[in-house]
């Protein structure tokens, strides 16, 4: 077996791993406690190969179908917030078509990449609302990263995030999300849930693939 052992899930904490499917030799582990999958951590990419892999993406914010896209998860936020409220886009890519069209909705939106929008004093501000769309499922370390964004979020703010949740186990070793190289955590509705309730956050799934969660109006 390949990938060495993990201890905690890097989703929920929890000591409840199991070993789901070894694709290619590659390990990946299904956590019994937030029903999530994670690739081994020997098999994580570089951030030289994720960098790689992203700018083969073709994000234009003048792609009227990207737009579309993405407006699955920018709708039903706009139809949540008060007016001019400030964002941050997290993991916006190079080309942060999300943030364009919230802000010509009348919000503020600052950007973070660790690739492209590297820039640090965008997290050192907090924020009435968080995006973060087809970013998740490339987090090495979610927990960690879940709790920077509560962090960030004001008391009342939002998290919006769009990612495909894993439905069928069946189809898992040649469904398409897996085979992205760069797509190492993948997510369940209950593994959401569980999230959400380890924040203290209310969830939403509005349309599919949408999770909109809302961090507790006190501290």
């Given at each position: 077996m390949s990938g060495g052992s993990l201890r905690a899930c890097r989703v929920c904490g929890a000591e409840a791993l199991i070993v789901f499917m070894v694709i290619d030799g590659s390990t990946y582990w299904r956590c019994e406690a937030c029903q999530a999958t994670l690739l081994a951590e020997a098999h994580l990419p570089t951030i030289s190969q994720e960098r790689?892999?992203?700018?083969?993406?073709?994000?234009?914010?003048?792609?009227?179908?990207?737009?579309?896209?993405?407006?699955?998860?920018?709708?039903?936020?706009?139809?949540?917030?008060?007016?001019?409220?400030?964002?941050?886009?997290?993991?916006?890519?190079?080309?942060?078509?999300?943030?364009?069209?919230?802000?010509?909705?009348?919000?503020?939106?600052?950007?973070?990449?660790?690739?492209?929008?590297?820039?640090?004093?965008?997290?050192?501000?907090?924020?009435?609302?968080?995006?973060?769309?087809?970013?998740?499922?490339?987090?090495?370390?979610?927990?960690?990263?879940?709790?920077?964004?509560?962090?960030?979020?004001?008391?009342g703010g939002w998290l919006a995030l769009m990612t495909t949740l894993q439905t069928d186990d069946a189809r898992f070793e040649q469904w398409y999300y897996r085979r992205d190289p760069t797509h190492v955590t993948f997510y369940r509705a209950f593994t959401m849930r569980h999230i959400a309730a380890q924040c203290g956050w209310q969830c939403e799934m509005p349309a599919n693939n949408v999770v909109m969660m809302r961090k507790g109006t006190q501290e």
């Open positions: 790689a892999r992203y700018e083969s993406h073709h994000n234009d914010p003048h792609d009227l179908a990207y737009c579309a896209f993405l407006n699955k998860v920018a709708a039903p936020l706009i139809e949540r917030l008060a007016p001019a409220k400030s964002g941050l886009d997290y993991g916006c890519g190079p080309g942060p078509a999300l943030a364009q069209m919230l802000t010509r909705a009348g919000h503020t939106v600052a950007l973070w990449d660790p690739i492209f929008f590297a820039d640090k004093a965008a997290l050192d501000a907090t924020y009435d609302f968080i995006t973060c769309t087809e970013v998740v499922e490339h987090f090495h370390q979610p927990r960690s990263e879940f709790a920077r964004l509560n962090s960030l979020l004001r008391p």
